[in-house]
């Protein structure tokens, strides 16, 4: 019995430090490589000429983007709506004005929001990653975000996790347990949390 337990003890030792390989190893066969580095100087040098019926988010959208300009805005309106409703008491109403966070920040009305819609995965610089599916830059307040996943999920699927950053979700993740219901992303498969993140 003592032997038996030692080769099981040895058998999970040996299968979590192997993990990390045995997944780099699986990814490289399946998995596509991400669009080239998007940065914060990156998405501000975009033409944000496009603007969402609902809140007015200003969006600019690569010309590699598959879905018609239409989806794309429909899809961003209805990500901050679903966020919104889902987070705060006052539902969607939030996005109209100002509000002000639990610790004192201001945020200002979606329609000051600015969306950069690429095609697909990217190299990206943040804090837990350099792959992003989608990324809030602090600074600047924009988010960029892939139509497409290595996965199944819906087209902009991480549109929500990013507004979560904007209404106080920590770049890091510390706090996420406070958006974890409002940020779910639907319809993902096994590949989209392979060497796929979500940035800042």
Do not use: W
């Not at 990814?27 to 596509?32: E, I, K, Q, Y």
């Not at 300009?69 to 409703?85: G, K, Y």
């Not at 510390?174 to 993140?197: H, K, Q």
């Amino acid at each position: 019995m003592k032997k038996l337990l030692l080769i099981t003890i040895g058998l999970f030792i040996f299968a979590t430090t192997a993990c990390d390989d045995v997944r780099d190893e699986f990814s490289d066969l399946f998995l596509d490589d991400p669009d080239p580095l998007i940065t914060e100087e990156d998405a501000e040098a975009q033409n944000f000429n496009f603007t969402t019926l609902r809140f007015g988010i200003q969006v600019s959208i690569d010309e590699d983007v598959d879905s018609s300009v239409e989806s794309v805005l429909s899809s961003i309106d209805n990500a901050a709506t679903n966020f919104l409703n889902c987070q705060f008491a006052e539902g969607e109403a939030v996005g109209d004005d100002e509000f002000e966070l639990e610790d004192g920040e201001t945020v200002g009305p979606l329609s000051d929001l600015m969306v950069y819609a690429v095609p697909f995965t990217f190299e990206c610089e943040a804090e837990d990653t350099d792959t992003c599916a989608g990324i809030h830059f602090g600074e600047s307040g924009i988010i960029v975000i892939a139509e497409e996943t290595n996965g199944s999920c819906e087209d902009f699927g991480f549109m929500e996790h990013e507004i979560g950053h904007r209404y106080g979700m920590d770049a890091d993740h510390d706090n996420i347990e406070d958006f974890e219901e409002c940020i779910r992303v639907e319809n993902c498969g096994f590949f989209d949390f392979i060497d796929r993140g979500v940035g800042g």
